[in-house]
């Protein structure tokens, strides 16, 4: 007994600071980049060349979000389009004339540090900056000049019931565990998720949403579904890493979906591969309007 | 007949060079191997009209490698009657390669492979198999998952009960397949490397190092010394984190607070050294063919070692605490045991098989990189139950960080990067091995004439481990099933691929 009060003793106070006082993370950290495409000579094309999972485009490509599904399960009722033309509905590419600049995209970037790298000129930037969720996939695409656009809280209704409290019920549907455990890291003294009223609940009949990471594996799908379905609504569908939102190093395998975009209303994209816990908590905190 | 080749880790074999063995001869060469304390690494088929089996066996004792072959029609005589460590391989095979093993005592599918946007009724169906089942008065069933009550990956768990006591479980898994291994034909690709690193993400230095040997043999690279000693850090971080976080959950487990929670913390504060050491607290983006792409100055081994030795002490503080616990010992004494001889039987790798007292341990057996001419302290328990993984999990941390205070006192000199690689030599076989935190981590890969991908097999240690939690389970009462797990926390992804 004495030799617990005593461990505990000496463990003292892990709690980070957050949000009150940003984290120090590592100097190598690579979080939100920024792109100074003033610096590009033309015609180079080096980033997009050598980005292993092209999230660099030199098109404006400009992802838009589709309508969610009025009910994921009856997705397979309705006639089947196919992978292509559906991806092509979410990413619909828009060329706009003129100068042609870089966008990562980062739905698809992986944060491996090979175009900052490769870049001869400088002009691609990996920050300390954690903050990297946000609403809509377009607003993921980081382009020149724009700065990012940060997650904004939810529609009125949602932000009043869940403002407060949110209840989240986490399924990992194709996932390489790493964005698993970077979630339930946020459990742990250092992040302390209770403290802000969110919670991670075992029954989706318990939960206000659901967090989902993977590529959305075919062998996950209906129980993702299905889980979604048993979450009474309203609800909220937060994806969490590159895999959840594009499919991740797995994009285009037979195998998976490429994340939940074209399967459920997602209300919070956050990117990275697996993203910083920090960057899920900022995310959370931002969509219910906290921050 | 061509003898079997006598290989080291990660060293390349011309493919003419692997005796093709009648069925027979092979059947017979791996039991006489496996008599004589041999384990099957891998075992292998490459789909097509005339399937060829490759088996890999890991003789630990000479520190070598066997590759033979066999060629086989429709079907072969199964070889897991007489060596059931291969029952996980042959069921895999049949999935593949379409190859029925005659005999096979427990036919089913390993992951139900199932392309999207596959709407046919026809088999498989994830998780529609013909499961085992105990009959009789009060006998039932307890069927968990896919999707379980934690934050967990999903897999099905079919409970076969008396009461509260458990005759039997089974595991049905395949929910996290996304075709790996497939994807990797004709490769390298640009992304394969990232891959790699997402096989088991909670490993990626053990799977990214397994394959970066692979590249470096074949491409006949020359990694640094000093790459070397920053790859060994790596891991031993890696399984330090996740040791540490296996503490806190077992203690979770039985409700034993103080460590649970400390725990949580502290394995964050040894990823935080992964990511001073790369930026990613899983190690992402740090190993790369040929070298690593951070590099240590005296600065950061200065704050790595400060951060090591405030984490360690915290460690050893909540750890002794729990090993003091008579509520913590009576619940992980004799729950889960599994006899030497059973671990033997099914093949059973990394700290699972320590726990039970075979001494079995890549960085020694098959060393490769930094650990050549190392003696390595190999942490051993006998008991094989749940106190014996966990205890294995405590010595473990504590030789870890003795070995990354050896390893950031003599860093070597010299580059850490190599030239890039243009060209694989072409027609060769390659198995490497690494020790992950959870075991061996196989990865083979076959060349064509090309220099590209032939095959690529990924052998994680779940693969071997997952029998041994269901083995030892039987007997047990249900609720310790979550105690059970914990004590292996094997994983869903690597064993689905």
Redesign the interface.
Known sequence: MF??I???W??GK?TSAYPAKDPV??D???GLPVLDTSKCPPDCRICQN?C??QAISFLTHVPTATEPPSSALSK?KKK?KS?EKRAAEVHPKVEIPGVLKPHIDLGKC????ECQNACPCGCIHYTQNFRVAARKPQDLVVTDGTSFSLAESLEKGRKKLFHRSLKLR????????????????L????FDLPRFGIQ?V??PRHADGVLIT??V???????LLK?YDAVPGPKVVIAVGSCAITG???RD?????NGAMDMLPIDLYVPG??P?PMSILDGMLRLLGRL | MKPIPELKNAQAVDLEDIPVFNIEQFKQQILSHVQANCRVSVLFGIPGPNVRLYCILADDAQHLLLPFATDVGQEYPSLTPECPQVHLFEREIWEQCNVTPIGHPWLKPV?????????SKTKPM?GITNYFQVQGEEVHEVGVG??H??????GHFRFQCHGENVYHLEISL???????EK?LIGGP???T???ME?????T?IGHGLAYCQILETLANLEVSARSHTIRAIALELERLANHT?DLGALAGDVAFL?TS??C??L??DY??IS????????G??LIKPGGV??DLDAQRIQEMRKRLDKAFA?TK??S??LF??PSVLSRFENTGRLAASTAVEIGLVGSAARACGLKRDIRQDHPIGWFIGQNIPIALCESGDVLARARMRWLEIRNSVALIQTQLNQLPEGNITAPKITHLAGNKLVASLSEGWRGEICHVAITNSEGTFAHYKIVDPSFHNWFGLALALRGQAIFDFPLCNKSFNL???GF?L
């Open positions: 030799n617990i005593k461990a505990r000496f463990q892990v993370l590592s190598r950290y690579r050598i292993p999972n397979g089947k992978k992986l944060f491996c540090n986490v399924v990992s549907a194709g996932d390489c565990n790493a964005c698993n455990v970077e979630v339930n890291v459990n742990t003294l250092f991670i075992a029954s993977g590529p594996s075919e062998n996950m799908r209906e129980a889980t991740g190093p797995f395998h037979p195998e998976i979906h591969c697996p910083h | 992951r139900f492979p199932r392309k999207a946007g596959n709407t994830i896919p999707v009550a934690g934050v967990i990956e999903p395949g929910y996290q397949h996304r075709g790996i994807k690709y640009p992304r490397l990232l891959q997402a096989v088991a993400g909670d990626s976080g103080p929670a400390a949580g913390a394995r964050g990823l935080n990511a001073v050491l790369c930026g990613s607290r899983l992402r983006g792409y951070f915290g503080r909540t002794e605490i003091d616990a994983s869903y992804c689905d």
